[in-house]
């Protein structure tokens, strides 16, 4: 099994900067891409952006790209999301979550991905 947990939630300004962290236990050597997805109320769980394996390279949803910067330390089983120029739309509930080797599918859609974080509140005050 695999726990995925987020931190880093909280408020910040307009045009503020915060980075969520999201770490991986267990059976870490099962997991193959790591990403984050936010939903805000009322709105659909979207995807925000993605974190391939060894290196690949990252994907970004156009919304967040050039804002949002995403990373990951294998060593650590630790998935990063730096946010910067945040706007009150950013304001979401924002989930980590991993898909198991083996797993296919797009990287954007939710049906990818067997392993969600429990989820953190990221509020951008205007």
């Known amino acids: 099994q695999v726990q995925l947990v987020e931190s880093g939630g909280g408020l910040v300004q307009t045009g503020g900067s915060l980075r969520l962290s999201c770490a991986a236990s267990?059976?870490?050597?099962?997991?193959?891409?790591m990403v984050w997805f936010r939903q805000a109320p009322g709105k659909e769980r979207e995807f925000v952006a993605a974190?391939?394996?060894?290196?690949?390279?990252?994907h970004y949803s156009d919304s967040v790209a050039g804002r949002f910067t995403i990373s990951r330390d294998d060593t650590n089983n630790t998935v990063y999301l730096q946010m910067n120029s945040l706007k009150p739309e950013d304001t979401a509930v924002y989930y980590c979550?991993?898909?198991?080797?083996?797993?296919?599918?797009?990287?954007?859609?939710?049906?990818?991905?067997?392993?969600w974080g429990q989820g953190t509140q990221r509020t951008v005050s205007s």
């Open positions: 979550a991993a898909a198991s080797l083996g797993r296919g599918g797009r990287v954007d859609s939710t049906s990818t991905y067997d392993l």
């Open positions: 267990g059976r870490t050597n099962t997991i193959n891409l």
């Open positions: 974190a391939p394996k060894n290196g690949g390279n990252p």
